[in-house]
């Protein structure tokens, strides 16, 4: 069982700067791919970015490339999203999820085994 708990949302100006910060349970974190997911009102989640157990592979939506930066602490246990240059569009309640399959980075949300609670970005105009 992993307990995933997000950290570092809030409220800000666009173009402004925002580190979310992952802290997750357990003695095997650096074999689970993590990955931030988004839910904005009305909306489905979508994946934001992904990162392998060991930081060397990354993914990430077409929507934040060249903005935001996904990695990862494992000696801390601890997986970041660095936003920058951040747009209203970008609100939405921000989610760490934990996939424990041994495979390739996964996209989809339906393969993550372990969520946090969720963290709320706001970013006004």
């Known amino acids: 069982q992993v307990q995933l708990v997000e950290s570092g949302g809030g409220l800000l100006q666009g173009g402004g700067s925002l580190r979310l910060s992952c802290a997750a349970s357990?003695?095997?974190?650096?074999?689970?791919?993590m990955a931030w997911f988004r839910q904005a009102p009305g909306r489905e989640r979508e994946i934001v970015a992904c990162?392998?157990?060991?930081?060397?592979?990354?993914y990430y939506a077409e929507s934040v490339k060249g903005r935001f930066t996904i990695s990862r602490d494992n000696a801390k246990n601890t997986v970041y999203l660095q936003m920058n240059s951040l747009k209203p569009e970008d609100t939405a309640v921000y989610y760490c999820?934990?996939?424990?399959?041994?495979?390739?980075?996964?996209?989809?949300?339906?393969?993550?085994?372990?969520w946090g609670q969720g963290t709320q970005v706001t970013v006004s105009s």
């Open positions: 357990g003695r095997t974190f650096s074999s689970y791919n």
């Open positions: 999820a934990a996939d424990q399959r041994p495979y390739g980075l996964a996209y989809l949300s339906q393969y993550y085994d372990y």
């Open positions: 990162i392998s157990g060991s930081g060397s592979d990354t």
